[in-house]
């Protein structure tokens, strides 16, 4: 089932600029975690956030929670065409730690 | 270096033909995870497995078993492969807790014809 919807679904920018994406979840969670993906490759973890939290950094990230929206947001930096990838967000949602993932973002930073 | 190792990165095969995808990781992780990614549908998850002799059902369990004799290794066997089954495939592995994300080998690309 899924539980976290990323948004939008693709995003362009040019090297520099800020990428900010947004991921809406469903039911409570223990906590919200965001990961990368380059093409065909495996998912790199990126950061968690505890449900009790409301802001974590981490380098050129910067991801909040919201729990009474059930939102989340993901903020890249001075971008780099290194980042370009899929960004996944994934809530820890029970007791068995399983992940559910959403569908992703298609980040495109342009050079 | 702490990795999940996922053999083979590609493989295909023919319809009915059984099949395993190793999976190890070198981190003594208690958890681990399989996962299977189609276009539109995302990550989904096979089967997961707490620790060694304790394995449980994901969201799309058929058609797949799992086993986890020894805590570094969680092969997902294929015993009657179908069409429908062709697509990318992760483990995952993670200590247990609430702190910690997962770490994701590279993905094993199946097609099943």
């Known amino acids: 089932s899924q539980q976290g919807e990323e948004d939008p679904q693709a995003l362009s920018i040019q090297e520099g600029e800020n990428a900010t994406m947004n991921c809406s979840y469903k039911t409570s969670i223990n906590n919200l975690q965001w990961y990368r993906q380059n093409s065909g490759r495996g998912l790199v973890h990126l950061i968690l956030i505890r449900s009790n939290e409301r802001e974590k950094h981490s380098g050129r990230l910067r991801v909040t929670l919201d729990t009474s929206k059930k939102s989340s947001s993901l903020l890249i930096t001075a971008s780099r065409a290194a980042d370009t990838a899929s960004y996944f967000c994934?809530?820890?949602?029970?007791?068995?730690?399983?992940?559910?993932f959403g569908k992703g973002t298609l980040l495109t930073v342009n050079p | 270096e702490a990795q999940v190792t996922q053999n083979p990165r590609y493989l295909i095969t023919v319809t009915g033909k059984k099949l395993t995808v190793t999976c190890s990781q070198n981190?003594?992780?208690?958890?681990m995870s399989w996962y299977r990614q189609d276009p539109g549908l995302g990550l989904r998850q096979i089967y997961y497995?707490?620790?060694?002799?304790?394995?449980d059902k994901g969201d799309v369990p058929e058609g797949y078993k799992v086993s986890r004799k020894e805590k570094r290794n969680f092969p997902l066997i294929l015993e009657s492969p179908s069409p429908n089954q062709t697509s990318l495939y992760f483990c995952a592995s993670s200590p247990l807790g609430r702190s910690y994300g997962y770490t994701f080998g590279s993905g094993t690309r199946l097609t099943v014809v």
């Open positions: 497995s707490m620790n060694v002799e304790v394995t």
């Open positions: 981190m003594n992780h208690e958890y």
């Open positions: 994934a809530t820890d949602q029970g007791s068995n730690y399983k992940l559910t």
